[in-house]
């Protein structure tokens, strides 16, 4: 999906979703965040978030010095970093609404994944960074 997007050839409207949550992460992300969820929930990434990923933190869009661009070998570590956090952390004031933002450590290179809880019993992706 990664590379349609880039290309921009279609699939605007794919929907995948990955993993259910193991019970040590719902009862984590209820105690930071007070959010009632359960083992039902799975993380999802649509097409346009991963859109969005492409277009604001992609190869020459990144504005933020203290981030590193984004490819398609750092969103292939998402289930890596989904799985093996180092850290949770709740946003309650974010501009996508209250998020959990994911992360994860690698070498010198801390990766994030900001996540938020849909309707649909899904831990929704909706952004990526990657702090230098």
């Known amino acids: 999906m990664w590379d349609d997007v880039i290309d921009q050839s279609g699939h605007s409207q794919a929907h ?3 993993n259910f949550l193991e019970q040590t992460e719902v009862e984590k992300i ?3 965040s007070g959010w009632s969820i359960s083992t039902d929930y ?3 990434i649509d097409a346009e978030d991963l859109q969005h990923i492409h277009n604001r933190h992609g190869a020459g869009n990144e504005k933020d010095p203290s981030q590193r661009e984004i490819d398609k070998q750092d969103i292939l570590k998402v289930p890596d970093i989904l799985e093996n956090y180092d ?4 946003d309650p004031t974010s501009t996508m609404g209250p998020t959990i933002i994911y992360q994860k450590l690698y070498y010198d290179t801390t990766y994030l994944i900001v996540v ?3 309707k649909r019993q899904e831990l929704h992706i909706k952004s990526m960074r990657i702090k230098k």
């Open 116 to 118: 938020h809880r849909s």
């Open 42 to 44: 799975v993380f999802a």
């Open 16 to 18: 995948l979703e990955y």
């Open 87 to 90: 850290l949770l952390v709740f």
């Open 30 to 32: 209820a105690s930071i």
